[in-house]
């Protein structure tokens, strides 16, 4: 299995209980590196242009007010087999879902504050890291 990235958001409510260190330990326990990471507040346009997909949901506004209600860590993670090791390290979106152990069973409050966001696909994920990432801010 060659190397692979995915993109990482550490989530506001996470950011905002102290628990950046944590999940990173989690991370890389798991195995995965963090080759890139930053802490920004997103622009109501940066989070509405990140989640477009979602645009017709339900909870699209919801899910942008609290992207952007606080901190965030962006991150780029690399490792074997890196989106689907990640998603799996994350768990279920829904923490109530969540296996023992995984990042949003331990930290996650609810579904739309779960804590983390985690590419869905290599396709997606290079997407995702050129939006916040330039090549030079990337070592892997
Ligand atoms: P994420 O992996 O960042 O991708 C889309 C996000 O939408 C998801 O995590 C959840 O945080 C959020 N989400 C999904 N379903 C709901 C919901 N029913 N209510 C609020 N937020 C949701």
């Given at each position: 299995?060659?190397?692979?990235?995915?993109?990482?958001?550490?989530?506001?409510?996470?950011?905002?209980?102290?628990?950046?260190?944590?999940?990173?330990?989690?991370?890389?326990?798991?195995?995965?590196?963090?080759?890139?990471?930053?802490?920004?507040?997103?622009?109501?346009?940066e989070a509405e242009a990140f989640y477009a997909?979602?645009?017709?949901?339900?909870?699209?506004?919801?899910?942008?007010?609290?992207?952007?209600?606080?901190?965030?860590?962006?991150?780029?993670?690399?490792?074997?087999?890196?989106?689907?090791?990640?998603?799996?390290?994350?768990?279920?979106?829904?923490?109530?879902?969540?296996?023992?152990?995984?990042?949003?069973?331990?930290?996650?409050?609810?579904?739309?504050?779960?804590?983390?966001?985690?590419?869905?696909?290599?396709?997606?994920?290079?997407?995702e890291?050129?939006q916040?990432?330039?090549?030079?801010?990337?070592?892997?």
């Amino acid at each position: 299995m060659a190397i692979q990235r995915t993109f990482s958001i550490i989530k506001p409510d996470a950011t905002e209980r102290n628990l950046t260190g944590a999940i990173n330990a989690v991370i890389e326990e798991s195995g995965l590196r963090i080759v890139a990471q930053k802490r920004i507040l997103m622009a109501r346009r940066e989070a509405e242009a990140f989640y477009a997909v979602h645009k017709e949901r339900p909870f699209f506004g919801e899910l942008v007010d609290f992207m952007i209600s606080a901190p965030v860590v962006v991150q780029v993670l690399e490792g074997e087999n890196a989106v689907l090791r990640y998603r799996d390290v994350m768990g279920a979106t829904n923490p109530a879902n969540a296996a023992e152990g995984t990042i949003r069973k331990r930290f996650a409050r609810s579904i739309g504050e779960n804590s983390v966001h985690g590419s869905d696909s290599p396709e997606n994920a290079a997407i995702e890291i050129a939006q916040f990432f330039s090549g030079n801010e990337i070592v892997g």
